[in-house]
C-alpha cells in the first residue's frame, strides 16, 4: 500500500543517516582531540582511570625537581667534604715533618693554622639554596639529617609520600662548651646511672686495678636530645692520680641531634683517656683510661698503690647556654711547637681524617642513590604517559579509515534519502 502520510522508505533512509552522521560527528572528534575518550561521557571508568594517572604524572614531574635540588645539595657537600680531607691530609703532612727536631715547628704550626681556617672557609661555604649538610650544631630534633621527596606510593587506600633521607656529617671546627649556669641531672631518673653518678666513687690504687661501670640510656640505640652535655669530674687524687678537674668542660661531651648513647659513651671515653694523656703523659694511657661498650663506660684506675682518684659522671639538660661543637673541633687543639704536642696532633690527625673520609662517603652513597631514584622516576613518568596513552589516545590510522567509510556511507544515505522522497510523486500519474 502507498500512502502520502507515512513514507517507510524515507523514515529508514532518515533514521539510517542519522546513524551515519553520529559515528561521523565521534570520528571527527578523535581525529581533532587526538583522543578516544575525551571525556567521562565516552567511557566514565576510562576517563577516571586515567585521570589518577595524569595527576600521579604530574606529581612526579615535582619529585623529579625534587630529587634534582637534592641531588646539587648533596654533591656540593660531597665536594667539600672531599676538599675537606684533602686539606686535613696536608695538615698531616706537616704534623709529620714537625717530627724532625731540627726544623722551625712554630712556621709549620702556622702553616696548620691556616689549613685549618681553610677547612671552616669550605665547611661555611659548603650550602646549596641556604642548606649546609657539613654543619649539625642546632639544638632542634630532627635538625641533623634532611628529607628529600622521593616517590609517591599509591595503594588501595590512598596516596603516600617517600622520601630519602641524607644525614648531616659536621665537620665544623668549632668547640663544645657546656652552659655554666646549668644544674647538672644525677638522679638514676635520668641518663647516666651507675659508678660515680652525679656523686664522686672513689678509684683507690692497688695491685689490681680497679674497675668501675656507668651506663647511659637503657639502650646504645637509645637517642640523645641535641645539645645535651655530659662531663667526667676527677677529684680527691693522691700520689701520682691525674689532677682535679676544675670545670666541667675539661672533660665533656655535647650531644648533637642524631647522636646515641653509643656516641655518648664513645665520645666521653676518647675526652677521658686525652685528658689523661695530656696530665700523666702517654706513658699512662691504660693504666687509667676508660673504655666505651655500647652504652657503658668502663673506667680503670690506676695500677699502683696510691694512686688514688675519684669520678662523677654528669649529666646536663640542653639549654642556650651550651654549644655543640664540630665533629673536627679536635683541631684547634693541634699543637706540633713541642715534641710531645706533635707526638699527640700525629694520633689525633690520623681519626680527624678518618671522619672527613667517613663523611665524604655518607655523601656519596646518598648521591648515588638520588641519582638512581631520578632516573627511575623520569623512567615511571614515561611508562605513566604511555599506559594513559594506550586508555584514552585515538588509533589515528583507523580513525582515518573509519572516517573515509563514513564519508561514503553518508554520501549513500543522502542519496537513499532523496529516493525515498521522490517516491510519493509517482502516485500523480493515477490521477491524470
Same mark, same amino acid.
Given at each position: 500500500m502507498?500512502?502520502?502520510?507515512t513514507n517507510?522508505?524515507?523514515?529508514?533512509?532518515?533514521?539510517?543517516?542519522?546513524?551515519i552522521?553520529s559515528?561521523?560527528?565521534d570520528?571527527q572528534?578523535?581525529?581533532?582531540?587526538?583522543?578516544?575518550?575525551?571525556?567521562s561521557?565516552?567511557?566514565?571508568?576510562?576517563?577516571?582511570?586515567?585521570?589518577?594517572? =595524569?595527576?600521579?604524572?604530574?606529581?612526579?614531574?615535582?619529585?623529579?625537581?625534587?630529587?634534582n635540588?637534592?641531588?646539587?645539595?648533596?654533591?656540593v657537600?660531597?665536594q667539600a667534604? =672531599?676538599t675537606?680531607?684533602d686539606?686535613l691530609?696536608?695538615?698531616?703532612g706537616k704534623?709529620?715533618?714537625?717530627? /724532625? /727536631?731540627?726544623?722551625d715547628?712554630?712556621?709549620?704550626q702556622t702553616d696548620?693554622?691556616?689549613?685549618?681556617?681553610?677547612i671552616?672557609?669550605?665547611?661555611?661555604a659548603?650550602?646549596?639554596?641556604?642548606?649546609?649538610l657539613?654543619?649539625?650544631? =642546632?639544638q632542634?630534633a630532627?635538625?641533623?639529617?634532611v628529607?628529600?621527596?622521593?616517590?609517591?606510593?599509591?595503594?588501595?587506600?590512598?596516596?603516600t609520600?617517600?622520601d630519602?633521607?641524607?644525614?648531616?656529617q659536621?665537620l665544623?671546627?668549632?668547640?663544645?662548651?657546656?652552659?655554666?649556669a646549668?644544674?647538672?641531672?644525677?638522679?638514676?631518673?635520668?641518663?647516666?646511672?651507675g659508678?660515680?653518678?652525679?656523686?664522686a666513687a672513689?678509684?683507690?690504687?692497688?695491685?689490681?686495678?680497679?674497675?668501675?661501670?656507668?651506663?647511659?640510656?637503657?639502650?646504645?640505640?637509645?637517642?640523645v636530645?641535641?645539645?645535651t652535655?655530659f662531663?667526667?669530674d676527677?677529684t680527691?687524687?693522691a700520689?701520682?692520680?691525674?689532677s682535679n678537674?676544675?670545670?666541667?668542660?675539661d672533660?665533656? %661531651?655535647v650531644?648533637r641531634?642524631?647522636?646515641?648513647m653509643?656516641?655518648?659513651?664513645a665520645g666521653?671515653?676518647?675526652?677521658?683517656n686525652? %685528658?689523661?694523656?695530656?696530665?700523666?703523659g702517654?706513658?699512662?694511657v691504660g693504666t687509667?683510661?676508660?673504655?666505651?661498650?655500647g652504652?657503658t663506660?668502663?673506667?680503670?684506675?690506676?695500677d699502683?698503690?696510691g694512686?688514688n682518684?675519684?669520678v662523677?659522671?654528669q649529666e646536663?639538660?640542653?639549654?642556650?647556654?651550651?654549644?655543640?661543637?664540630?665533629?673536627?673541633?679536635?683541631?684547634?687543639?693541634l699543637d706540633?711547637?713541642?715534641?710531645?704536642?706533635?707526638d699527640s696532633?700525629?694520633?689525633?690527625?690520623e681519626?680527624?681524617?678518618?671522619t672527613?673520609i667517613?663523611s665524604?662517603?655518607?655523601?656519596?652513597?646518598?648521591?648515588g642513590?638520588? /641519582?638512581?631514584?631520578?632516573d &627511575?622516576?623520569?623512567?615511571l613518568t614515561?611508562?605513566?604517559?604511555?599506559g594513559?596513552g594506550?586508555?584514552?589516545?585515538a588509533?589515528? /590510522?583507523?580513525?582515518?579509515?573509519?572516517?573515509?567509510?563514513?564519508?561514503?556511507?553518508?554520501?549513500?544515505?543522502?542519496q537513499?534519502l532523496?529516493?525515498a522522497n521522490?517516491?510519493?510523486q509517482?502516485?500523480?500519474?493515477? &490521477?491524470r
Amino acid at each position: 500500500m502507498s500512502s502520502i502520510l507515512t513514507n517507510n522508505g524515507a523514515m529508514v533512509a532518515l533514521q539510517t543517516l542519522k546513524s551515519i552522521n553520529s559515528g561521523l560527528a565521534d570520528t571527527q572528534k578523535e581525529i581533532s582531540t587526538g583522543k578516544r575518550v575525551a571525556n567521562s561521557k565516552d567511557n566514565s571508568a576510562v576517563w577516571a582511570i586515567s585521570k589518577v594517572m =595524569e595527576a600521579d604524572v604530574k606529581g612526579f614531574k615535582g619529585i623529579s625537581d625534587s630529587l634534582n635540588l637534592g641531588q646539587s645539595t648533596v654533591a656540593v657537600a660531597r665536594q667539600a667534604a =672531599e676538599t675537606t680531607t684533602d686539606l686535613l691530609t696536608q695538615i698531616k703532612g706537616k704534623v709529620v715533618a714537625a717530627q /724532625e /727536631e731540627n726544623v722551625d715547628r712554630q712556621k709549620i704550626q702556622t702553616d696548620i693554622d691556616a689549613l685549618r681556617n681553610q677547612i671552616s672557609s669550605v665547611v661555611s661555604a659548603a650550602q646549596f639554596n641556604g642548606l649546609n649538610l657539613l654543619s649539625n650544631t =642546632e639544638q632542634v630534633a630532627d635538625s641533623g639529617s634532611v628529607n628529600i621527596l622521593a616517590s609517591l606510593d599509591r595503594s588501595g587506600t590512598g596516596v603516600t609520600a617517600s622520601d630519602i633521607t641524607v644525614s648531616k656529617q659536621d665537620l665544623g671546627v668549632g668547640d663544645s662548651s657546656i652552659g655554666t649556669a646549668l644544674t647538672a641531672l644525677t638522679t638514676a631518673a635520668n641518663n647516666v646511672t651507675g659508678f660515680g653518678d652525679g656523686a664522686a666513687a672513689a678509684l683507690t690504687g692497688a695491685a689490681v686495678a680497679p674497675t668501675g661501670t656507668t651506663t647511659f640510656g637503657g639502650a646504645a640505640t637509645d637517642t640523645v636530645a641535641a645539645g645535651t652535655g655530659f662531663s667526667i669530674d676527677i677529684t680527691a687524687t693522691a700520689a701520682n692520680g691525674p689532677s682535679n678537674t676544675t670545670d666541667r668542660n675539661d672533660i665533656k %661531651y655535647v650531644a648533637r641531634d642524631g647522636d646515641t648513647m653509643a656516641d655518648v659513651t664513645a665520645g666521653l671515653a676518647a675526652a677521658f683517656n686525652k %685528658y689523661i694523656e695530656s696530665d700523666l703523659g702517654a706513658d699512662n694511657v691504660g693504666t687509667i683510661n676508660a673504655t666505651a661498650s655500647g652504652n657503658t663506660l668502663n673506667f680503670t684506675g690506676a695500677d699502683v698503690v696510691g694512686d688514688n682518684f675519684s669520678v662523677a659522671v654528669q649529666e646536663y639538660a640542653a639549654n642556650a647556654a651550651t654549644t655543640i661543637g664540630g665533629r673536627l673541633q679536635e683541631l684547634s687543639t693541634l699543637d706540633v711547637t713541642t715534641q710531645a704536642g706533635a707526638d699527640s696532633a700525629l694520633e689525633e690527625i690520623e681519626t680527624l681524617i678518618q671522619t672527613a673520609i667517613d663523611s665524604a662517603a655518607a655523601f656519596g652513597s646518598s648521591q648515588g642513590r638520588i /641519582e638512581t631514584q631520578a632516573d &627511575f622516576v623520569s623512567s615511571l613518568t614515561d611508562a605513566l604517559k604511555s599506559g594513559i596513552g594506550a586508555l584514552v589516545d585515538a588509533d589515528m /590510522e583507523a580513525a582515518s579509515a573509519r572516517l573515509q567509510a563514513l564519508q561514503v556511507q553518508q554520501q549513500l544515505g543522502v542519496q537513499a534519502l532523496s529516493i525515498a522522497n521522490q517516491a510519493p510523486q509517482s502516485l500523480l500519474s493515477l &490521477f491524470r
